[in-house]
Nanobody, 115 residues
Framework: QVQLVESGGGLVQAGGSLRLSCAASGSIFSSSVIGWYQQAPGKQRELVASITSGGSTSYSTAVKGRFAITRDNAKNTAYLQMNSLKPEDTAVYYC?????????WGQGTQVTVSS
């Protein structure tokens, strides 16, 4: 069983920065694709960034150039550096670890950006 725990959310003013962390238990982290998702009130959960086991990254159009996803396999932890935050980035952020046949989600961390 793998557990993912997100942290680092909070309240920040527009233009500010936050760094989210996703700490994983278990041994599958290094071979998993890690994704960060956002879910705003009343909206579907959407992928904002992902990173493969080899370190290749991809981003949604809305966050490209402002967010950066990284991973530290030695620490079983993934990060989402969020810069130039906007009120529309307000959401619960979830991390997901996936590999063939397995998908694990964290419990989410709230990010609120005030204007």
């Amino acid at each position: 069983q793998v557990q993912l725990v997100e942290s680092g959310g909070g309240l920040v003013q527009a233009g500010g920065s936050l760094r989210l962390s996703c700490a994983a238990s278990g041994s599958i982290f290094s071979s998993s694709v890690i994704g960060w998702y956002q879910q705003a009130p009343g909206k579907q959960r959407e992928l904002v960034a992902s990173i493969t086991s080899g370190g290749s990254t991809s981003y949604s159009t809305a966050v490209k150039g402002r967010f950066a996803i990284t991973r530290d396999n030695a620490k079983n932890t993934a990060y989402l550096q969020m810069n130039s935050l906007k009120p529309e980035d307000t959401a619960v952020y979830y991390c997901k670890a996936s590999r063939p046949g397995f998908v694990y989600w964290g419990q989410g961390t709230q990010v609120t950006v005030s204007s």
